[in-house]
């Protein structure tokens, strides 16, 4: 913020010794003549400017106060006077002065769009300095070449944010980051927290869901990645659905606690999952998280039912997926794929999963699509990974959990 503020104060002129505003003597050529200023008000603004030269800004404020009671000035002169004072009070500090000469200097009709841009910035980064955020939303609602400006779009946002409009600061500040010219902004983490906080308070979950993607792209973040997850699963019409791949990615994350693993197995056994189950049980007995306390003779129960379904899914594998082939089971193709990866059978789960989406008589292509992408991860196939994870359809989360494993698995990669 102090840098935008500073680098628009020089480019307008307003910092530094040098002032633009013409004194008399100094005539500037235009289209419709030539502009002067009477001598009554030309004496005191040169006195200022000297004074500005000098580095005495509060002095050539109070030479331009003696101004105050000329009457009728041309807008030229009122021009001039501005420029002086701007720079005046710039150096000085003074934030409304400032902003009273900011205003006159973009009201008068001397300005081409191009000389216009600093003046705006530097007038919408005062009033942000100064934190009237209602007059700096008031004056981009209305100046539509300053709500063009990328910098100056970001801190109306804020200034939203700030005033309590939450709906209005997520709307400006995605439409900012979606924007070509708001590009390099987009590639900063710390523009998305913004959004996410924005909204978040503005209940839009949608819309803080993908700012929570965002951020665990560029900055990557297990807090914001379990986050992303919770939102994702305690908002889906297809809890379990949902639920058991949330799963999946969280344990890769942080560890589950005993109450989530239980939960997690049971899920994985609906799912038609019992190698998965099995491996995780079996983990989780062997690190302790399983196994101990006042709970323990219920995780051997699971444990032994676990093994059961395990036993039972690989006694005749082969009648099994006959029987799914001939009755055009091909989601439980996928499931029998899936599960075989888990049991070190990677190429083959492929080959399954590959072959059910083949048929294109799937009822759940989003599942099939996720479960090979985690599949080729597994095999070690990261770029077709991406591609199907990258590409789930729907709306009911899955397409957000494959683009997380996305972000999980480059992570991964990088231990």
Not at 33 to 54: S, W
Not at 252 to 274: C, H, Q, T, Y
Not at 284 to 299: I, M, T
Request: with cysteine; glycine share 6%.
């Amino acid at each position: 913020m102090k840098r935008l503020i500073a680098t628009s104060l020089l480019l307008a002129g307003l910092q530094g010794s040098a002032c633009l505003a013409q004194v008399p003597g100094s005539e500037v050529p235009r289209e419709a003549g030539i502009e002067t200023v009477r001598p009554q008000l030309g004496i005191p603004l040169k006195a200022a400017q000297a004074y500005l030269e000098q580095n005495k800004p509060a002095l050539a404020l109070k030479k331009l106060s003696e101004t105050d009671a000329i009457a009728d000035l041309t807008d030229w002169e009122k021009y001039s006077r501005a420029r002086i004072g701007a720079s005046a009070a710039a150096l000085s500090g003074d934030d409304e002065v400032l902003i009273k000469a900011l205003l006159v200097i973009l009201s008068a009709p001397y300005l081409s769009a191009q000389e216009r841009t600093p003046f705006e910035q530097a007038l919408v980064a005062v009033y942000f300095r100064a934190k009237q955020y209602t007059r700096l939303i008031d004056y981009m609602s209305t100046d539509i070449q300053a709500g063009k400006d990328p910098e100056l779009r970001g801190l109306l946002a804020f200034a939203y944010f700030q005033v309590g409009d939450f709906k209005n600061a997520s709307v400006v500040q995605a439409n900012l980051l979606h924007s070509p010219e708001g590009a390099e902004k987009a590639a900063a983490a710390e523009n998305w927290t913004q959004l996410a906080s924005s909204c978040l308070r503005a209940g839009d979950r949608q819309c803080y869901l993908e700012a929570l993607e965002k951020i665990a792209a560029l900055q990557y973040s297990g807090t914001v990645m379990r986050e992303a997850l919770h939102i994702i699963a305690a908002n889906s019409n297809y809890a379990n659905r949902i639920q058991v791949e949330a799963y999946r990615l969280r344990q890769k994350i942080v560890p589950l606690n005993a109450v989530e693993l239980l939960d997690f197995s049971r899920l994985l056994l609906m799912d038609g999952a019992p190698a998965e189950a099995t491996v995780l049980v079996e983990t989780a007995f062997k690190n302790g998280s399983l196994g101990k306390g006042a709970d323990a003779p219920r995780h051997e129960r699971l444990k032994a039912l676990v093994a059961n379904e395990y036993a039972r899914s690989i006694s005749q594998p082969e009648s099994v997926l006959n029987s799914y082939k001939h009755g055009g089971y091909f989601d439980k193709i996928v499931e029998l794929g899936y599960d075989m990866v888990h049991t070190g059978q990677v190429g083959k789960g492929i080959e399954l999963i590959e072959f059910a989406i083949a048929s294109a008589k799937l009822n759940d292509p989003a599942v099939a699509k996720l479960h090979l992408g985690l599949a080729y991860a597994a095999a070690g196939r990261y770029d077709e990974s991406a591609v199907q994870l990258n590409s789930i359809p729907g709306d009911d989360g899955l397409a957000q959990l494959g683009r997380l494993w996305v972000i999980q698995n480059k992570q991964s990669m990088k231990r």
